[in-house]
């Protein structure tokens, strides 16, 4: 089942075309990566995935619904993480879950039961009451990407989510990642470790606004005749002229 698909997907601002007739599918439960160096059109390409910019031409839809005619329904189906810690820093543990659940329309009567079981799962029920600017950074991350899925969302969009964590914590991000994925949930990520390009199930590779690759790590590596997703990239992206 395709939960995205884009043909042709295109964005300009004024002479300058920042994404260029791009065309993917992705499956559910799939974990894609989202690769490119500043400035090859990543970060635009996300926002009209995520119902937030309305594309120059080209189509597509994300979650059932059209990127063109229906922003809102898709901003309702999708959970989404930036780069920067987006929960509230004055508020608890819990009491940032529960107003995500409400943000979210998660039913009342469920909100407190799957906090409790969330916080459970990730080892955090005696910070249930901590607040939320104490915590070490990858404690952040980890609870911002629970707050992200909480609605069981059909795809998460990962935005540089283990910027600035150390190595192990962003293995313990990733098995985060791997159980949304099990549990059906597509999950979209960009990121600068190309380490964490072989732990998705597909790549796709940007420069200058368009998708020069898009295969499997493994299968990518054999294309280039290369050893690392890390030496993938540099032959693809040395070209780039908006880096």
């Known amino acids: 089942m395709k939960v995205i698909e884009t043909d042709k997907l295109t964005k300009k601002f004024g002479s300058f075309t920042a994404v260029d007739s791009i065309s993917m599918e992705v499956e559910k439960g799939e974990i894609f990566g989202f690769l490119g160096a500043n400035g090859a059109g990543k970060t635009t390409a996300m926002r009209m995935l995520c119902g937030l910019s309305t594309p120059t031409s080209g189509k597509g839809t ?113 098995e985060l990642i791997y159980d949304a994925s099990d549990r059906g949930i597509t999950v979209f990520v960009t990121t600068h470790y190309m380490d964490e390009a072989e732990y998705c199930d597909r790549v796709s590779i940007m420069v200058d606004g368009k998708i020069e690759a898009l295969d499997s790590p493994k299968n990518l590596k054999s294309t280039f005749n290369v050893e690392s997703m890390d030496e993938v990239f540099f032959q693809l992206a040395r070209g780039a002229k908006n880096e």
Request: aromatic letters at 12%; a neutral charge.
């Open 62 to 174: 994300v979650a059932g619904f059209d990127i063109n005619k229906n922003p809102e329904d898709i901003k309702k189906n999708i959970g989404y993480m930036s780069q920067k810690f987006a929960l509230y820093e004055d508020l608890k543990v819990w009491e940032n879950l529960r107003l995500f659940g409400g943000i979210y329309g998660v039913p009342q009567k469920e909100i407190e039961p799957r906090i409790d079981k969330l916080l459970t799962t990730l080892g955090f029920m005696d910070e249930k009451n901590t607040m939320v600017k104490a915590l070490p950074l990858g404690w952040k991350q980890k609870l911002s990407f629970s707050a992200s899925i909480f609605h069981e969302p059909k795809i998460v969009f990962l935005d540089e989510p283990t910027g600035g964590v150390d190595p192990a914590t962003r293995r313990q991000f990733w």
